[in-house]
């Protein structure tokens, strides 16, 4: 399997859940992201690691958690979710955390009810 | 700061007749420019991008764009549309190890 694949591509939860979002990429990329797409808004840029250390974190709730624990995996654990947090999350990786050129997953429909 | 402007939410044309979608950013320097491009249920795909050198970049799926620096656009192109063109599309520009992505434009393709 090539590019980057994530999993769940749908996902329901109530409030007082606690879920994970999975992101692999077979690409031997160093760089990846997780991204939330909502309606009418640009793509808001979330996290980042490079070589497997988080480099960014865009003031994110502290209810996202990330986790990439091999530069191939990444992780984004969901917890205590409010309704606004339902959105698509993408994950993308490059080769590079400079290289600009990502490829993006499918991403996770996130709907919090 | 850098930023995207995709002045149109929401476009329509005809299979078979030309395209142009707009984009202008703003950037401090010569920019890192991109289009990408989303079908319904799915993640972005890279259709060109400009780094430098020629100002006309070509694309896949015969897409092609042109960075103007005077105007600062970087308008994607497209001679003909196909009706499996109808997505989103994503003009970004690219700084020192950020991206920021316009709100997209969507694109319909009527027979």
């Known amino acids: 399997e090539t590019g980057v694949t994530q999993t769940p591509r749908h996902l329901v939860m109530g409030m007082t859940n606690k879920k994970s979002l999975k992101c692999e990429q077979h690409l031997g990329h160093n760089a990846m992201y997780w991204y939330k797409q909502s309606a009418k808004k640009p793509l808001e840029l979330m996290f980042v690691y490079s070589l497997e250390e988080r480099v960014e974190n865009n003031s994110v709730p502290s209810r996202f958690s990330p986790e990439c624990p091999n530069s191939s995996h990444l992780f984004l654990h969901l917890h205590t979710l409010q309704p606004e947090d339902s959105a698509l999350y993408l994950c993308a990786s490059s080769q590079e955390w400079d290289s600009y050129g990502y490829t993006f997953g499918s991403g996770t429909r996130l709907t919090v009810v | 700061a850098q930023s995207v402007t995709q002045p149109d939410i929401h476009i329509t044309v005809s299979e078979g007749a030309s395209l142009e979608l707009r984009c202008n950013y703003s950037y401090g320097a010569t920019p890192y420019l991109f289009w990408y491009v989303q079908s319904p249920g799915q993640g972005l795909q890279l259709l060109l991008k400009?780094?430098?050198?020629?100002?006309l970049v070509q694309g896949i799926k015969g897409f092609e764009a042109e960075f103007k620096r005077s105007q600062s656009s970087f308008n994607l192109r497209k001679p003909s549309v196909h009706w499996s063109d109808a997505a989103e599309y994503f003009c970004a520009v690219g700084g020192y190890q950020k991206v920021t992505f316009g709100i997209g434009t969507k694109l319909q393709v009527i027979p």
């Open positions: 400009y780094f430098s050198g020629d100002t």
